[in-house]
């Protein structure tokens, strides 16, 4: 509880330091744009991927599970869109960008700290949390929301061509991810995707400034990172869910 | 000129500095001296608030440093150039983006006259022609030049070397040594050397000062080093039997 409570207080301080205005206007907007390519560019093929075979998935169990006459065949379509924006596109997507762009944020910052590269930094004269974290935390809150609508469009074709062999035709299909479409799982599937786009930066970012020691430290941070994203990811989702749907 | 008066860290229930006074002059090599684990490091960290100290005072031509609030010591740290153990060069960058970077972020001089600054100094720690290359490109006495170069390259009062040729050949290490004394007496700074070497203590060593066990156990120029009574300097500077040899 003590280790708890003192990881808690140093995470906040850490944020304290980090929001404050940045040095120079034009090096932050040039380490963002170089932000957005790491953590948003860079990640549109691993997202692609997995939110059409997600999506094809869906699709196919739920017609598994609807095979009832009983059933019109467009609630197919109808439950897939509902998995892909309540649930699978902004908290699944979002605890594989934990360990894929997580990771990487904990182990960069975590080597250049074992490497003295921080203290170079403030001995300079610059915030280094500042300089380092910032635009890692905007350029998150800036493009998980855009990769996430990706996400759920690609989702729902996959959902289209996993329905191909279930029976259903494409005018169904279509039908049911358009009826009684509720726009407010959209706010809130990026309410919940903002929220986890907070976590897994700074979080993240958090374990690699205070790595300590050498290249073993820096992988034990970046493994930390990874599992106590997805921990309080999983938490804010039960949270947010209670919160705003309940 | 750095004034440190009775300098106290532990870590734990570890006491690494023990009660540590010293004044370290302007345009000399100021040299700290002792053996791995005597707390050498830690002083030269706790003197620019890498470490924070439990008590005493450090102070900057009269300007105590821990006294000051962040953005005054923000400013200071501009003072201050820094050539650290392991060169420190952000590896993402070339070394011309390295050594630019201070300029970028504390100026607002021209493209040009940025570029002209850092080619001096790239020119004054000879190393002309390698603005491309990236950190991993580089040799260990480059990287130690090149961390220079970007040490200088704001004009600093202050220049802190920790262990400067620490994994460099002998004859490197005294380029080194004798590149950070070179420019001590030109630009007139205070410079600090913490070092175990004692090829660079009869280098470059004005003023010295021996940490024993995180107390300072003795302080004196070169020439008296070689006639101390101190034990422990005896057995630290004569633990080599070159050394012993030249003794007698």
């Given at each position: ?58 699709s ?19 439950a ?32 250049m ?14 915030n ?45 299909y ?27 930066s700074?979080?993240s ?11 073993l ?22 949270l ?6 309940a | ?60 031509d ?16 501009q003072e ?8 420190a ?33 790239l ?28 040490a ?34 030109e630009?007139n ?20 000062a ?25 057995d630290?500077?004569f ?10």
């Open positions: 509880m003590k280790k708890l409570l003192q990881h808690l207080g140093k995470y906040f301080i850490l944020l304290n330091k980090v929001f404050s205005m940045p040095e120079k206007r034009s090096v932050f907007i040039n380490q963002l744009s170089q932000e957005f390519k790491k953590i948003g560019i860079d990640s549109i093929g691993i997202v692609t991927i997995i939110s059409f075979f997600i999506g094809a998935v869906v196919i169990q739920t017609a598994y599970n609807f095979e009832s006459p009983l059933y019109p065949k467009y609630l197919i379509g109808f897939t869109r509902e998995s892909l924006i309540l649930e699978f596109c902004p908290t699944m997507l979002c605890l594989i960008l934990a360990g894929k762009v997580g990771s990487n944020m904990a182990s960069q910052i975590g080597s700290r074992v490497s003295e590269q921080i203290d170079a930094l403030e001995i300079m004269g610059v280094s949390a500042t300089f380092l974290i910032l635009p890692k935390i905007v350029a998150s809150l800036l493009f998980f929301p855009c990769l996430i609508i990706l996400s759920i469009a690609i989702g729902l074709v996959g959902g289209w061509v996993g329905c191909q062999n279930t029976g259903i035709t494409t005018a169904s279509l039908y049911g991810i358009k009826i009684d479409f509720n726009p407010f799982y959209v706010t809130y599937c990026l309410i919940k995707t903002t929220f986890f786009a907070f976590i897994i700074s979080v970012s958090y374990f690699g400034y205070y790595t300590n020691g050498g290249a430290e820096v992988g034990t941070a970046s493994t930390r990172a990874v599992v106590y994203s997805s921990i309080i990811i999983l938490l804010f989702n039960f947010l869910t209670d919160l705003l749907l | 000129m750095i004034e440190i008066k009775e300098i106290s860290k532990s870590f734990s229930e570890n006491l690494v500095l023990d009660n540590v006074s010293h004044l370290f002059e302007r345009g000399k090599t100021n040299l700290i001296i002792g053996e791995s684990g005597s707390g050498k490091t830690t002083l030269l960290r706790s003197l620019i608030g890498l470490n924070e100290i439990d008590s005493g005072q450090v102070l900057f009269g300007r105590d440093f821990h006294n000051l609030n962040i953005k005054e010591k923000r400013k200071l740290r201050i150039g820094m050539l650290f153990q392991k060169g060069l952000y590896d993402y960058m070339t070394v011309e983006e390295n050594i630019l970077f201070p300029l970028t972020m504390f100026t607002e001089q021209e493209n040009e006259e940025k570029i002209y600054r850092v080619n001096e100094c020119k004054r720690v000879n190393l002309i022609n390698s603005n491309k290359l990236f950190p991993s490109e580089l040799s260990g006495g480059m990287t130690k030049r090149v961390s220079i170069a970007r200088i390259v704001m004009n600093p009062k202050y220049l802190l070397c920790d262990e400067p040729n620490s994994g460099l050949d002998p004859k490197t290490a005294i380029i080194i040594d004798n590149l950070i004394q070179e420019i001590t007496i630009s700074i205070t410079t600090i050397v913490n070092t175990h070497d004692m090829n660079s203590v009869m280098e470059i060593g004005e003023r010295i021996y940490l024993f066990k995180g107390k300072l156990s003795w302080q004196g120029t070169k020439e008296e080093l070689m006639n101390t009574e101190n034990k422990e300097l005896n630290f500077v633990a080599s039997k070159l050394f012993k040899r030249l003794k007698k």
